[in-house]
């Protein structure tokens, strides 16, 4: 069997090689792309230039939305592309920039929505010191943390994947270059990646309880207080978040955790959209509140705040 090599191509098998279900595919994955970049362009436009969206909140919510359209459009486009023209091939050193930034946004968002959680228990049980212990300064470091945390794992997973020679039939039964599906066309059991895979698998599981207890306490404080309105206000703010985490954590866990077949069932392939796609949907039930935010801007800034953030 032949070894890949630098100049070798990859193919992308999708989900179908009917030529009409192709065209469907693109059809219906394409005005979703162009909703999630647009959606989040606008999102990062507003919050940069209204100086009342200055807040911790909204600074993470404008990384969020950044990492939102990087990590949709690392996959999607390529696979929009590949269904319009019939062609399901991917370079070798694009298979590799896939790997790289898919775990370098993911791990980053995964550490940014803690970071998030951490922001409204803050709000939500500590309001007196909200203002000392999430500073600029503290913001910054904590974004700074979550994009290296990113970089690290993504330079492990992209080195260790690709340190084990590939060989036989180059397809990837996949419309990305996912992991387990590359470490299915190694010539050797690749040990080193699948440390790595466990020390992620931890790292999003440590991540999860501290969200977890953050949430006790947010939801602990919000039930002792005796206005209907503002219990109501903090459910919905931080019910989204918490099950945007559970679905994006969950879906990974499984698309990690089990046996890999030779031929992915639908069941894959629809957990694997729904951890690079469809999770850009659901991260629009946090963007509603800031809609709701553009709309009051007769609003004051500081008691809008009071009111629903419960400072």
């Excluded at 992991?179 to 699948?194: A, D, I, R, W």
Aim: glycine letters at 4%; aromatic letters at 14%; one cysteine or more.
């Amino acid at each position: 069997m032949n070894n890949f090599t630098s100049a070798s191509t990859f193919f992308l098998m999708g989900f179908t090689d009917i030529r009409e279900i192709q065209i469907l595919h693109a059809v219906f994955f394409l005005p979703i792309y162009l909703a999630a970049l647009f959606g989040n362009l606008l999102i990062i436009t507003l919050i940069t230039k209204d100086h009342c969206l200055h807040t911790p909140m909204y600074f993470f919510l404008k990384n969020l939305s950044f990492l939102d359209l990087c990590l949709i459009s690392i996959t999607v486009p390529k696979s929009i592309m590949n269904s319009l023209m019939n062609h399901n091939s991917i370079s070798f050193f694009g298979c590799v920039s896939q790997v790289f930034f898919f775990f370098l946004l993911a791990t980053t968002e995964v550490a940014l929505l803690t970071v998030m959680s951490y922001d409204r228990y803050v709000a939500i049980c500590l309001p007196l010191r909200y203002d000392v212990i999430m500073s600029h300064r503290s913001c910054v470091e904590m974004a700074a943390s979550s994009w290296l945390s990113g970089g690290l794992n993504a330079i492990l997973h992209t080195a260790s994947t690709f340190s084990i020679p590939m060989c036989g039939s180059p397809e990837v039964h996949q419309f990305f270059c996912d992991v387990p599906q590359l470490l299915s066309l190694t010539c050797s059991f690749n040990m080193g990646e699948l440390v790595v895979i466990g020390i992620s698998l931890v790292f999003d599981f440590g991540c999860f309880v501290f969200i977890a207890i953050s949430y006790i306490h947010i939801f602990s404080t919000v039930l002792k207080l005796s206005s209907r309105e503002s219990r109501s206000k903090a459910f919905s703010t931080c019910l989204p978040h918490l099950l945007v985490v559970t679905l994006f954590l969950s879906s990974g866990f499984f698309a990690y955790l089990h046996s890999l077949p030779k031929s992915p069932s639908l069941l894959d392939l629809l957990i694997s959209v729904f951890y690079t796609v469809d999770m850009k949907m659901s991260l629009r039930k946090l963007r509603k509140k800031l809609k709701k935010i553009l709309r009051a801007r007769n609003i004051q800034r500081e008691k809008f705040d009071q009111l629903f953030f419960m400072k």
